[in-house]
């Protein structure tokens, strides 16, 4: 995991660029010397689906998760709202989830960042040019982790399959392609502040987004079909989709939702 308190903990980012097939040797598991050390004095980024993983798995609603468990920022360059995880005040910066005997309490829905450590996911964080296809990754290597003296050597590819992140990246691509689209295009162009606030409920705020969709006018700016809007009224995983490729129409004017209006634009 990425790490913003030095004094915590020294974090390093090997500059080499993974691709799927690349090998490491890396291996985590209870007996550890250094077993949740890696869930203290961290930097968290969280995805819109870590988001309504972790909500569901509490029981609470949107807007009791981002007020109790998350800090807001602006990503540097994309100039649009992030979501990272709100550590606690004591004297490790702990994350509220992890327990010294126990590990992470929340393990099955842990964020994609815990998953990925140690890899680091490479669209969200580099800051040059970047195309569709130039999904790549790196290695952050903590000072105090111990797993890579374990002997067990993996791809990329193995990794991704293991920690469950495949699928998890598979939503969220709509999110990823938003903010990678807005980093490749000139700094000087810049979304409003209502696009920033839509990006913001669409990607973080599935409960509002839902609230926005179903109790609004809003569909009837839409040429959908019966099958698409039950689809959307019945899983957020849909309704999270759905709305990436809205807000992909409404900044870039591009995909397959074919908007009636523009007054949403402005
Ligand atoms: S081996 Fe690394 S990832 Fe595993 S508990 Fe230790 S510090 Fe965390
Ligand atoms: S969510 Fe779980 S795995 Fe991730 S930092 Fe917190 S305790 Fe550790």
Redesign the pocket.
Known sequence: MNTTNDTEIKSEVIPEQLGNTSQFR????KG????????RGIDIMLTPYDILTMKKRLDISSDEFLALYTDIRLLEKADMPVVTLKLLDDDQKSCPFVRDEE?CIIYEDRPSTCRY??LGMGALSYAGQINDNDAFFFMVK?S?????Q?EKTWSVADWREDQGVNVRDEVNAGWTDLIVKKKTIPASIKLTEKSKQLFFMVCYNIDKFKRFVFESSFLEKFSLDDDRIEAIRNDDVELLKFGFEWLKSLFFEEGNINITGDELRN
């Open positions: 890396f291996q985590c598991h550890v010397k250094c077993f949740t050390k890696c869930c590990g450590y140690p903590e105090h982790c111990l797993g890579f374990e």
